[in-house]
């Protein structure tokens, strides 16, 4: 079984930072591409960012310049460092983890962070 456990979120004021992480625990696995997503109060969940394998990362419009995608594969962690925060990015962010192991491909989602930007 593999889990994805997030840390890093909390009330921060516009302008302000976090850094989020995500780490994937478990054995006999293989996580190809990661990635962050968020889900704001009464709005479908939206994509972040994403990081294949090799490192190439992908950012969703909205945090282009503020958000930054990394991961460290020897601890199976993903992080997203996000600066310069608005009050549109508070919600709840998941990552999300494509498993790869001997018997089977799958999705895992982390039980989410909550992040409010707020004066």
């Known amino acids: 079984q593999v889990q994805l456990v997030e840390s890093g979120g909390g009330l921060v004021q516009p302008g302000g930072s976090l850094r989020l992480s995500c780490a994937a625990s478990g054995s006999g696995f293989r996580i190809t591409s990661m990635g962050w997503y968020r889900q704001a109060p009464g709005k479908q969940r939206e994509l972040v960012a994403t990081i294949t394998s090799d490192g190439s990362p992908n950012y969703a419009d909205s945090v282009k310049g503020r958000f930054t995608i990394s991961r460290d594969n020897a601890k199976n962690t993903v992080y997203l460092q996000m600066n310069s925060l608005k009050p549109e990015d508070t919600a709840v962010y998941y990552c999300?983890?494509?498993?790869?192991?001997?018997?089977?491909?799958?999705?895992?989602w982390g039980q989410g962070t909550q992040v409010t930007v707020s004066s």
């Open positions: 999300k983890g494509a498993v790869l192991t001997v018997a089977y491909a799958f999705d895992y």
